[in-house]
């Protein structure tokens, strides 16, 4: 039996992966970056739940885990779609190309 | 151990009717691409599930696994987004129909989006909030971006899918601190364990704090609000009525029913917080719609606001709180309906959204325009508009609550309102300048379907103005208790 990593461990390093997630998707200006950032924020709440779980020994923060993994593949497959028509339009990856709205 | 039984099944009918009728609309497609075949299957689709209601309510109140929960409360918000969903799609026909291209997935995806919602009210439990919010929004990035050749479209549909899922991992972010520390995802057990004591109430904060953010992005609430511009202007205009609509009315379902279970006593920590933002949310929707000259933007910003009137009413709390806050549901559903649905039928190949475009609209087309005419006195609230009911319930709750200053802010805000929506009107009566009459461009021809919907939604909004007690004795009985 292996000594159990502590609760706040696992919480600090999904808190500090969210972060890294969170200034990669307001600093990156290129979409697949960004996509690649929204991608480690969706993990760190993943590990964020399998800590939680791994606490009251439920198999409840695995399965979030699971959900979580599914959604963020039909969120990628339906922004990279969108990242295509991007390019199409707008001949560049670059998100701020795509600001033409304003007021 | 988890056993379903047919009670749970037939309590479970609605939401199974609106899945059962995505795959069959799915199946339709891959044999018989044609767009009135799609809308039927999605019209009869959502008219099954909310055939499905009463049905389901003779089982009600029931917990459907740990998941699901069907009572009144949910009962009476699925039937307002089934009644919405069918809405808009039978305002999408003749829109889409001039837009061209392959349309038939359009329907389908409207099915997921309803399905999302409707699994939102219905649920008790994160896993299935969360997964209610994902349909719902994943649904949404298809449909923003749908029509092939805007430009417009992708940018708000880019703009929607960053901006959403970082709020979606906020919310999910926020849940699994509440998990670490609470031990279990059921809103009902949460009240419980919390009472038991012994859980570090900081970190417990910190989640409430992030689903706050998850929500109130969904909500489009300042400061989370910078997405609705942008993405009503750019999303077709039958997709902004449903983004008006159904997911910010199913969002703000499932965040009362949230508070309900927890206890008042969660929210008053924040209560300083949602204040803020209630009143921000006024001003800022007000105050910046007043210098747009885009319809789209106006009606973005007016939601807003309109999101802040009901996050008094929520503040206000007890079941005068949570009358108020369904009955004005109700009445912005079917105005928003209106008001988009007005936007839909004037739209072509270009979108019919700059207030230019409304110039003498009055001489052209009086009853499109005396139905837009009627939707925007009732998004002000002038008296004896389905509007003007709803703020008048959320002021009664808010004065019942004692929330004098948000109370006088929210009436100082119906004032600056006015100005907006009332430019818009004025616009509808001026003649055409001379010369330039010609260069107006055709209007779209008249889609049947369309004038329907729009017809019986006007009907409703006068009868809710004039003759509200039915209605609100439903509410009553269904959910406030």
Redesign the interface.
């Known amino acids: 039996m292996m000594a159990s990593v502590p609760t706040e461990y696992g919480l600090l390093l999904a808190g500090t992966l969210f972060a890294l997630g969170l200034i990669g998707v307001l600093v990156r200006r290129n979409i697949v970056f960004i996509l690649m950032s929204l991608e480690i924020m969706l993990n760190a709440t993943g590990l964020a739940f399998v800590t939680a779980g791994a606490r009251w020994a439920q198999a409840d923060g695995q399965v979030m885990y699971l959900f979580i993994l599914s959604m963020a593949a039909a969120e990628v497959a339906v922004g990279l779609a969108l990242v295509l028509k991007l390019q199409r339009q707008f001949k560049t990856l670059d998100a701020d190309a795509a600001s033409r709205m304003h007021g | 151990m988890i056993r379903m039984t047919i009670d749970d099944l037939v309590a479970l009918s609605p939401l199974l009717a609106i899945a059962a009728a995505s795959v069959a609309l799915m199946l339709v497609i891959a044999f018989y691409r044609d767009a009135r075949a799609a809308l039927v299957c999605a019209l009869a689709g959502i008219a099954l599930a909310f055939a499905m209601l009463p049905v389901a309510a003779s089982k009600a109140p029931r917990q459907i696994t740990q998941l699901l929960i069907l009572d009144q409360y949910a009962l009476f918000y699925l039937g307002l987004l089934f009644i919405a969903g069918f809405a808009v799609a039978l305002l999408a026909h003749g829109y889409l129909g001039r837009l061209g291209g392959q349309l038939e997935e359009f329907y389908l995806v409207l099915l997921l989006a309803t399905a999302g919602g409707a699994a939102l009210v219905m649920s008790a439990h ?2 299935s909030f ?2 209610g919010l ?1 349909i719902l ?2 649904s949404l ?2 449909l923003i ?1 749908y029509p ?1 050749r805007s ?2 479209g ?6 929607y ?2 901006l959403a ?2 709020s ?2 906020f919310l ?2 926020g ?3 509440i ?2 520390e609470l ?1 279990t ?1 059921e809103f009902a057990q949460m009240a419980s364990v919390m009472a038991g004591g012994d859980v570090r109430q900081e970190l417990l904060l910190i989640g409430q704090a992030m689903i706050f953010v998850g929500v109130g992005f969904k909500l489009a609430v300042a400061p989370f609000h910078v997405w609705a ?2 993405v009503y ?2 999303a077709p205009a039958p997709v902004t009525a449903f983004i008006a609509t159904v997911s910010k009315g199913a969002v703000f379902a499932l965040l009362v029913r949230y508070f309900a279970n927890l206890g008042y006593e969660v929210v008053q920590p924040f209560f300083p917080a949602l204040a803020a933002i209630a009143v921000a949310s006024m001003f800022v929707g007000n105050l910046l719609a007043l ?4 319809v789209k ?1 106006i009606l973005a910003y007016s939601s807003i606001a309109h999101m802040g009137y009901l996050l008094v009413a929520f503040l206000a709390g007890g079941s005068l709180g949570a009358t108020a806050v369904a009955f004005y549901l109700v009445a912005y559903f079917v105005t928003n309906l209106i008001a988009f649905g007005v936007v839909t039928i004037l739209s072509g190949r270009r979108e019919a959204d700059e207030i230019e475009d409304y110039r003498g609209l009055f001489w052209r087309r009086p009853w499109l325009a005396t139905t837009f005419l009627a939707a925007l006195l009732s998004l002000g609230g002038i008296p004896l508009t389905a509007g003007f009911m709803g703020k008048f319930y959320v002021l009664m709750a808010g004065v019942e609550s004692a929330l004098w200053l948000l109370a006088v802010i929210l009436v100082v805000n119906t004032m600056i309102s006015f100005y907006y929506y009332l430019r818009v009107a004025f616009m509808m009566f001026r003649d055409a300048p001379e010369g330039e009459a010609a260069a107006i461009r055709p209007l779209p021809s008249f889609s049947f379907m369309g004038a329907a919907a729009l017809a019986l939604l006007m009907l409703l909004m006068v009868w809710m103005g004039v003759y509200p007690g039915p209605l609100v004795q439903t509410i009553r009985s269904m959910v406030a208790k």
């Open positions: 994160f896993v969360f997964l994902e929004s994943v990035y298809v971006a092939r430009a417009r992708v940018e708000a549909g880019i703009k899918l960053i899922a970082a979606a991992a999910l972010f849940m699994a601190l998990y670490a031990g995802m511009p942008d202007e750019g210098a747009q000259t885009n933007r």
